[in-house]
């Protein structure tokens, strides 16, 4: 009878232990399963995003192919893509005076491109010549506050604080060219320390932005930022 009991408790054991086994080899399939999909999954991920940013990438080199600058040139974000036979075309005869207001500098990395704020405006211009407004009837005021001061700066000033010559120079002769006036905040000044003098000759200042803002809103320009 002992022998019988001992029999039956070693082969419970063993059906315990085989019973374990297969549960732990169970859960390694089943983690190795959901690894396996986890890296398909993954891979199919990476290879929807590489291919969706080969396809912008080739768009924008695309669309860089075709750039067009029908009066300034201020570098490539400046440039405008056209547009075969537009069919709402604005009045030629009308004076467009355009108002902008600059307060951003470019980020240290880019302190050695054209301030991208400018950049934007010679691309409003642009946009109003390829649509087939005489430049004679364009009419630009920049306002210019904040540290977009740092823009509108003589190469001596800018070689102090970046250690460069600022690529500003031509982009702003070419606006200055067409009629675009330059009006500096005095308050701004100020506050970011830079001197009058520090300021390109052409460069009128003002008290405050404020004034300048609201007073050539006044005389019917259209403020764009």
Same mark, same amino acid.
């Given at each position: 009878?002992?022998?019988?009991?001992?029999?039956?408790?070693?082969?419970?054991?063993?059906?315990?232990?085989?019973?374990?086994?297969?549960?732990?080899?169970?859960?390694?399939?089943?983690? /190795?399963?959901?690894?396996?999909?986890?890296?398909?999954?993954?891979?199919?991920?990476?290879?929807?995003?590489?291919?969706?940013?080969?396809?912008?990438?080739?768009n924008?080199? #695309?669309?860089r192919?075709?750039?067009?600058?029908?009066?300034?040139?201020?570098?490539?974000?400046?440039?405008?893509?056209?547009?075969?036979?537009?069919?709402?075309?604005?009045?030629?005869?009308?004076?467009?005076?355009?108002?902008?207001?600059?307060?951003? /500098? /470019?980020?240290?990395?880019?302190?050695?491109?054209?301030?991208?704020?400018?950049a934007?405006v010679?691309?409003?211009? /642009?946009?109003?010549?390829?649509?087939g407004?005489?430049?004679?009837k364009?009419?630009?005021?920049?306002?210019?506050?904040?540290?977009?001061?740092?823009?509108?700066?003589?190469?001596?000033?800018?070689?102090?604080?970046?250690?460069?010559?600022?690529?500003?120079? #031509?982009?702003?002769?070419?606006?200055?060219?067409?009629?675009? #006036?330059?009006?500096?905040?005095?308050?701004?000044?100020?506050?970011?320390?830079?001197?009058?003098?520090?300021?390109?000759?052409?460069v009128?200042?003002?008290?405050?932005?404020?004034?300048?803002?609201?007073?050539?809103?006044?005389?019917g320009?259209?403020?764009?930022?």
């Open positions: 009878m002992k022998k019988i009991i001992l029999l039956l408790f070693v082969c419970l054991h063993y059906m315990f232990s085989f019973s374990q086994s297969a549960d732990i080899d169970s859960a390694l399939n089943a983690i /190795n399963f959901q690894k396996d999909s986890a890296f398909r999954a993954s891979m199919h991920a990476d290879s929807v995003r590489i291919n969706k940013e080969y396809k912008k990438k080739a924008e080199a #695309k669309i192919s075709q750039l067009q600058y029908p009066a300034i040139n201020g570098g490539e974000n400046s440039g405008i893509v056209p547009v075969k036979d537009p069919t709402e075309i604005p009045d030629p005869n009308l004076d467009y005076k355009l108002l902008f207001e600059l307060t951003a /500098n /470019n980020p240290d990395s880019a302190v050695n491109e054209i301030n991208y704020g400018l934007e010679a691309r409003v211009i /642009n946009l109003h010549v390829a649509s407004i005489p430049l004679k364009i009419f630009p005021v920049i306002v210019v506050h904040a540290g977009a001061l740092n823009a509108i700066t003589n190469n001596a000033f800018y070689q102090e604080r970046y250690k460069m010559d600022n690529p500003n120079l #031509k982009l702003i002769d070419d606006l200055r060219n067409i009629g675009t #006036k330059f009006i500096a905040c005095g308050q701004a000044l100020a506050f970011f320390d830079i001197k009058r003098e520090a300021l390109l000759p052409t009128k200042v003002s008290l405050t932005a404020q004034t300048v803002l609201s007073s050539y809103r006044l005389k320009y259209l403020k764009y930022w």
